[in-house]
């Protein structure tokens, strides 16, 4: 299994470079060709997720995880349970997905709508109902945020992050947890060690925002309520100056190396808001230079 995996390749890895080994990205449906211009800078069996956003139906998002498995890569489609408007559309576009591209890890998350548009009211929901076991996954992600959540309480986050984790592995299905992006390590780390007190050890994507102009990366903030004070963006290196300019995560990245360690089962999660090809080649140069 990829997290299995990811566990062998971390414990072995040199530390610098050790949340950058197995590291994942993302992608929406209509990102294929995005995607095979970066494929020359992206390892082999890297696991790309794709969105499940509105206004992209099933049949573009089963193209684009046949498209990720042909070039080599693992697709980790996403399931929006509130976004599902039928137990027979999951069915169907589960079965798809087995088929096209043999699919056998999902990222489940509740999604956006305030009403659900079919039986499933939340990610949770989703997991009990059985049909992803149904269909032969083996893994699946769920979501997390460490700076919490604009429209539900900490605690909540907490029980639900519990509940989903044990709904999987009570039908024997991997659990690992992606976290929403953000710009500076500190609540990354401090929910990160509350995680693992919790007695949560499931597998862990710290998601992190890849190079992108300073506008693009204030914008998918203000879309995802995370924080983005002026103290924040002057640590992440970001500043009114290079408004225009494209920048990275080095200094987030540096610090999460620094305050994880050799944490097992830890990788990072991309998102290429800036373009993948942008993104694999800061990854590659990143790590180049941390290897000297």
């Known amino acids: 299994m990829e997290m299995e995996l990811t566990r062998s390749r971390v414990c072995d890895g040199p530390a610098p470079s050790v949340l950058l080994t197995g590291y994942s990205l993302e992608m929406t449906a209509h990102g294929l060709s995005a995607l095979e211009k970066a494929a020359y800078a992206i390892a082999p069996g890297t696991p790309i997720a794709i969105t499940f956003l509105p ?21 980790v489609p996403h399931l929006s349970a509130r976004r599902i408007g039928a137990a027979a559309e999951l069915d169907d576009f589960l079965g ?26 939340d990610a949770l929901a989703l997991i009990r109902s059985g049909t992803l076991v149904r269909h032969g996954i083996r893994q699946a992600g769920i979501a997390a945020y460490p700076e919490g959540h604009p429209a539900i309480p900490c605690d909540r986050l907490w029980d639900a992050l519990a509940a989903k984790s044990a709904a999987l592995s009570q039908q024997d299905i991997h659990p690992f947890i992606v976290t929403q992006f953000g710009f500076e390590a500190a609540p990354i780390l401090a929910w990160y060690s509350e995680l693992r007190a919790r007695g949560m050890t499931c597998p862990v994507r710290i998601g992190v ?11 998918y903030a203000a879309q995802c309520g995370v924080g983005a ?26 610090d999460l190396m620094a305050g994880l360690g050799g944490a097992p089962d830890t990788a990072l999660h991309f998102y290429a808001f800036g373009g993948f090809q942008n993104t694999a080649e ?11």
């Open 55 to 75: 206004g992209e139906d099933y049949a573009a998002r089963v193209a684009a995880a046949r498209g990720v498995r042909r070039l080599g890569f693992t697709p």
């Open 96 to 121: 798809a997905l087995v088929d096209a591209a043999q699919v056998d890890r999902v990222f489940v998350v509740g999604g956006d709508p305030d009403r659900p548009l079919g039986p499933y009211a």
């Open 209 to 219: 925002p890849g190079p992108a102009r300073m506008g693009t990366l204030l914008r």
């Open 229 to 254: 004070s002026a103290r924040v963006m002057s640590r992440y290196g970001l500043s009114i100056t290079r408004l225009v300019n494209t920048v990275g995560p080095a200094t987030l990245v540096a």
């Open 282 to 292: 800061w990854i590659r140069s990143f790590r180049e230079a941390r290897h000297g």
